[in-house]
């Protein structure tokens, strides 16, 4: 590993950084961008902390009940963090509903039992 200089590609401020020796621009670029403290690379740190934090959420409440909803929701994520998608809503078979929606701080998920009872007279 070596101390060299990388640009956030955000901001293009340089930042020192230690990468290995063969190293190529990109990469060094990118670690800088994952140091630098500049507001869209703080954003975009944020926004993966969040998605993978979803990730998690969406598996633990799909991967074993309903595992078709995992690719759409997991999909959307991205969608939801920056508003292009205000909220999907997946109904499964049995009545389950599982809708994920943009809030005030980030997304939520939720799963919906709707059980209709109907009587035949
Ligand atoms: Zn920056």
């Known amino acids: 590993m070596v101390l060299t ?13 230690e990468a290995p020796e063969e190293a190529e621009q990109a990469i060094v670029d990118r ?3 994952e140091a630098c403290g500049c507001p869209m690379a703080e954003t975009v740190r944020k926004r993966k902390k969040q998605a993978e934090r979803a990730q ?7 991967d074993d ?3 078709d909803a995992v690719k759409p929701l ?3 994520v991205q969608g939801i963090q920056i508003g292009k998608i205000e909220d999907i ?4 078979e049995g009545g389950v509903r599982i809708r994920m929606k943009r809030t ?17 007279i």
């Open 104 to 120: 005030k701080t980030g997304m939520a998920v939720t799963v919906e039992h709707k059980q209709k009872e109907e009587r035949q």
């Open 31 to 33: 670690l800088a961008t």
């Open 56 to 62: 998690k959420i969406i598996f633990s409440i799909c």
């Open 74 to 76: 997991t999909d959307a």
């Open 89 to 92: 809503s997946i109904a499964m």
């Open 5 to 17: 200089t990388g640009y956030c590609k955000y901001c293009g401020n340089p930042t020192n950084v």
């Open 65 to 67: 009940a309903f595992p």
